[in-house]
């Protein structure tokens, strides 16, 4: 019998791809013979937008990349101007940046859960997920005013201090966590179903992971030990005590538990960020208008998906003349052709879950 | 044994059962806002200086005012925001130093028309001279069609949260 191949079409609209992402599948029967990803239809042309804005017009902007951890995405932004001009953040400014940056990885990773659990059929795991994340976005509310683009960091600080009502809320949040953490695990990680469903599949072996820029969740799962909290800590990372997840098999199934791990070891963060929060300024002395010196300056940092590095070029006015963004979600969508091949369509998705990409940020 | 974990997340989701329930019954009851929301816009006329400082904080250039000079003073006879722009990023509230610009906690902007999305906060005309004594009352006197401002009620009629 003569069989031949055919293409289907996954997207852009579909819901597992968590916006507007499309694959192409060539298909032999159930199996995926080759994919062809097609990115591109979030794209809003940011890096563009900022060269006709400020310095601190940017930060907004940046909030719209990764949505669903826009604290993080501040951060990479302002950090990479801050070195541009030299700027020395206030200790308490940087403790309350790690507390909010953190609890913005919470909020992304329980989202990554949520949805992967959704992907694989349990609807109940989304819900629990998504429950939970609304007190992190209320804690987030209380903090900057809105629940999602917080534009919460300025340049040599942020915007405001931590409120008093947040403490006893943060408190009672942080000490759920836990237990909350323990449900996700019972109701998702353990069981059979879902384990048959992703252990083995979509295998990153540790070196391709190395190969194709791969960083986060992702890079960790493969079993490379590679988190720039702790390798090259930035900020006041050095100053706490915790330890950074790894996976044994790099397939989907580590992908998806070390996210739980990993929301585990943030809120050991905030514990000992919110112990620790010195008395200060959250501001540095900032001249009025922002007009770094020409040159150029590269920051990263670690965010929920990965190492979010922004690029800014100064030609000495108060704009920036260049940005480019270095989006984790990107990066980590590279070797997604090759690691679809052999699959068949239900694990498309599986695989594609697991990567936890933002289509936001993938596009820019 | 295999189905160990399914039934431990049956006993996971049927403990849920008995917890107190998350959600609200969203239009007739509501969870309370934080103190800094940011929610529809309100201008407080008689602080305001017209400095402009707000609109050009602006990334998305929201907001368009016009002024008249009457007198030696900066009159702010227009302050329209086109809020279908809007980031609610506060940015503006944030430059404004005179505390006129806030934020309230109105959520509900929801227009049927796009044109009637745009938040008029201000728009009167010049007056020929502003009395020194009253600055308070006088212009609120004389501007032919009073719109929100202090009063925080928008162009919106039926914006009311
Ligand atoms: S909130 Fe931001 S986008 Fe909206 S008017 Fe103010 S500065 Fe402009
Ligand atoms: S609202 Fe504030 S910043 Fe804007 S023009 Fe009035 S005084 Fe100036």
Known sequence: MRTQTYILNMGPQHPSTHGVFRIILELDGEVVVKAKAVPGYLHRGIEKLAELRTYPQVIPYTDRMDYLASMLMNWGYVAAVEKLMGIEVPERAEYIRVIVGELSRIASHLVAVGTYSVDIGGFTGFLYCFRDRERVLDLLEMVSGSRMTFSYFRIGGVADDLPPEFFPTLDKFLHDLPSLCDEYDGLITGNEIFQARTKFVGIIPPDVAVNYGLTGPNLRASGVLYDLRKVRPYSVYDRFDFEVPLGKNGDCFDRFAIRIKEIRQSARIIRQAVDGLPEGPIMAKVPRVIKPPKGEAYAEIESSKGVFGCYVVSDGSTQPYRVHFRRPSFINLGYLEKLLEGWKIADVIAILGSLDIVLGEVDC | ?161
Not at chain 2, 9 to 21: D, P
Not at chain 2, 89 to 118: P, S, W
């Open chain 2, 1 to 161: 044994m295999f189905g160990q974990g399914l039934l431990k997340g049956l006993a996971i989701t049927w403990k849920e059962l008995f917890t107190r329930k998350v959600t609200v019954q969203y239009p007739e009851e509501r969870l309370p806002l934080p103190a800094r929301f940011h929610g529809r816009f309100e201008l407080d006329v008689d602080k305001c200086i017209a400095c402009g400082l707000c609109a050009s904080a602006c990334p998305n250039k929201v907001i368009q005012m016009e002024r008249a000079k009457v007198g030696k003073r900066q009159y702010l006879t227009k302050y329209v925001m086109r809020i279908e722009y809007c980031m609610f990023c506060g940015f503006c509230v944030e430059a404004c130093n005179k505390d006129a610009l806030r934020f309230t906690h109105i959520i509900n902007m929801n227009q049927y028309f796009r044109d009637k999305v745009r938040l008029v906060l201000v728009d009167r005309p010049a007056p020929e001279v502003i009395p020194e004594e009253e600055p308070a009352e006088a212009p609120e006197g004389r501007a032919a069609k009073p719109k929100a401002g202090a009063a925080g009620k928008g162009k919106a009629p039926e914006g009311e949260g």
